[in-house]
């Protein structure tokens, strides 16, 4: 079956040491996302791809980044994750502006 | 006043009940609606996907769309203990790139 696929999808790391979490994709979609969501809140849009363009919304921290490295890969790279940014990281991927497709998502900790 | 307003729930109801889901948002220039079906642990799920007002059935599953109000439903017919989740409505005006979400509605549907 065609998928959203993120590995891992439990990630443990110490306050301050950078941590990356990766999304591949079979849909062959040439827009890729990255959401943060926390506990009991809605998907919050850290910022997309389409195809080679890297979109930040305005709110996204700067210690996060992106990578798209081909169409069916794309990575977070959190550069140096504080206690606030223990949350599930999902990825996502659609077709143009066509209904997004979500994966499992990566539940991050922080000790 | 938040863009799009959904009542976090639970909502709790017996086996076989209609149930009904509903959002209400103030930006009347959204036209893309979707209902994402989430379960514990997972990603969002697509659910339905409708354009401008109207009705649109898939099995149990019926998603109605009033502009006129700005209010949208999600309606299962014959629930089931599997449709046990968290409901969340998304929307977006001019493209899905960048979805506005509801807080996402707890159901719990009971045995």
């Known amino acids: 079956d065609a998928m959203v696929i993120q590995n891992p999808r439990y990630q443990v790391t110490q306050f301050g040491k950078p941590v990356t979490l990766s999304c591949s994709q079979t849909?062959?979609?040439?827009?890729m996302y990255w959401y943060q969501q926390k506990s009991s809140q809605a998907p919050k849009l850290l910022f997309h791809?389409?195809?080679?363009?890297?979109?930040n919304e305005a709110d996204t921290p700067d210690n996060f980044q992106s990578r798209r490295p081909n169409t069916s890969f794309c990575f977070l790279d959190i550069r140096s994750p504080g206690l606030g940014d223990a949350a599930m990281y999902l990825c996502?991927?659609?077709?143009?502006?066509?209904?997004?497709?979500f994966g499992d998502g990566t539940r991050l900790s922080i000790l | 006043q938040k863009e799009v307003e959904q009542d976090p729930g639970p909502l709790s109801v017996p086996e076989g009940a209609i149930v009904s889901l509903n959002c209400t948002y103030s930006?009347?220039?959204?036209?893309?609606f979707m209902w994402y079906r989430q379960y514990s642990r997972k990603g969002p799920e697509l659910l339905m996907y409708t354009y401008s007002s109207g009705n649109k059935e898939d099995g149990r599953f019926t998603a109605q769309v009033d502009k006129s109000s700005k209010y949208i439903s999600l309606f299962i017919r014959d629930s089931q203990p599997s449709d046990s989740a968290t409901y969340l409505c998304?929307?977006?005006?001019?493209?899905?790139?960048?979805?506005?979400w509801g807080a996402g509605t707890k159901l719990i549907i009971k045995p």
């Open positions: 996502a991927t659609s077709r143009g502006d066509q209904p997004q497709h």
């Open positions: 849909l062959n979609h040439n827009v």
């Open positions: 998304a929307m977006s005006a001019g493209s899905n790139y960048q979805l506005i």
């Open positions: 791809y389409y195809d080679k363009d890297f979109n």
């Open positions: 930006n009347s220039a959204f036209q893309y």
